[in-house]
T-cell receptor, first 116, second 117 residues
């Protein structure tokens, strides 16, 4: 059973460029989450998908951010016109709606973004 | 709004000793879940232990246990017989329920735990 995988693990980009991160959740997990974590801080919730529907968005998710989960499996997080303040680790997580699993959230290793 | 506070940015402990990490939270709800997550360097965050607020008994998982004080809104993590592999950032988290039964976690600032050999 593979865990949550994220790609790329590290990305350095120039200010103003667009970047896209991909997340592959644990197989059959119908719930997918994106979090952002800056140095020395805990993760902050960005958005949540149930299957292909984006059901919750944080106000941290500005207009430059867009997330998709087109077929209810993998998800992408795109940041347009990147700014230095976007530098952070972007964490993907997934969970399964199940009384047995207790809705435990499993995290990926994260995608580090550095905007220069 | 629910908030989670970890007042110890860094802690260190001698290998095989016991260490306690502190966490306080604020909520107006009566039923909720609390979690401790461990984030080793450059590795994914993993769940260490969870506590359901309606359960009076403190949760335990092998060498990890919690001291849950509901009235004081305190949720500390005790690690017994510390091992080198326990070195990591530890995050306390509170679960907020979203629509259709999903959840989001509100995290504290984290405590960096160092194990001295």
């Amino acid at each position: 059973d593979t865990g949550v995988s994220q790609d790329p693990r590290h990305k350095i980009t120039k200010r103003g460029q667009n970047v896209t991160f991909r997340c592959d959740p644990i197989s059959e997990h119908n719930r997918l989450y994106w979090y952002r974590q800056t140095l020395g801080q805990g993760p902050e919730f960005l958005t949540y998908f149930q299957n292909e529907a984006q059901l919750e968005k944080s106000r941290l998710l500005s207009d430059r951010f867009s997330a998709e989960r087109p077929k209810g499996s993998f998800s992408t997080l795109e940041i347009q016109r990147t700014e230095q303040g976007d530098s952070a680790m972007y964490l993907c997580a997934s969970s399964l709606r199940s009384r047995v699993s207790g809705n435990t959230i499993y995290f990926g290793e994260g995608s580090w973004l550095t905007v220069v | 709004a629910q908030t989670v506070t970890q007042s110890q940015p860094e802690m260190s402990v001698q290998e095989a000793e016991t260490v306690t990490l502190s966490c306080t939270y604020d909520t107006s709800e009566s039923d909720y879940y609390l979690f401790w997550y461990k984030q080793p360097p450059s590795r994914q965050m993993i769940l260490v232990i969870r506590q359901e607020a309606y359960k009076q008994q403190n949760a335990t998982e092998n060498r990890f246990s919690v001291n849950f004080q509901k009235a004081a809104k305190s949720f500390s993590l005790k690690i017994s017989d510390s091992q080198l592999g326990d070195a990591a950032m530890y995050f306390c988290a509170y679960r907020i329920l979203l629509i259709q039964g999903a959840q989001k976690l509100v995290f504290g600032q984290g405590t960096r735990l160092t194990i001295n050999p």
